[in-house]
């Protein structure tokens, strides 16, 4: 099992840049797929990007191609979330989560991101 830990959200102008970071404890976080999701007010939860263990395989939703990297830190048991170019659409409650039996399993609590037009 893991815990995760979301943090460094905030609120930002519209094309400014925020880089939020999940931090995991618990056993064999580095053998865990690692995703991140947003949820905005009266929406439902949507896939943002993902990543597996190694760090070498990234994913992301074509909403946020180009503007988001996923990037992992397996010594720090950490996964990060880089966000350029941010629109105002692109606010909500941003969670991390693990990937186990081909589910994602374990979750966040969120950080909130607000992005002021």
């Known amino acids: 099992q893991v815990q995760l830990v979301e943090s460094g959200g905030g609120l930002v102008q519209t094309g400014g840049s925020l880089r939020l970071s999940c931090a995991g404890s618990g056993r064999g976080f580095s053998s865990y797929a690692m995703g991140w999701f947003r949820q905005a007010p009266g929406k439902e939860r949507e896939f943002v990007a993902s990543?597996?263990?190694?760090?070498?395989?990234?994913y992301y939703a074509d909403s946020v191609k180009g503007r988001f990297t996923i990037s992992r830190d397996n010594a720090k048991n950490t996964v990060y979330l880089q966000m350029n170019s941010l629109k105002p659409e692109d606010t909500a409650v941003y969670y991390c989560?693990?990937?186990?039996?081909?589910?994602?399993?374990?979750w966040g609590q969120g950080t909130q991101v607000t992005v002021s037009s």
């Open positions: 989560a693990a990937e186990e039996s081909s589910r994602w399993a374990y």
């Open positions: 990543i597996r263990w190694s760090g070498l395989r990234t």
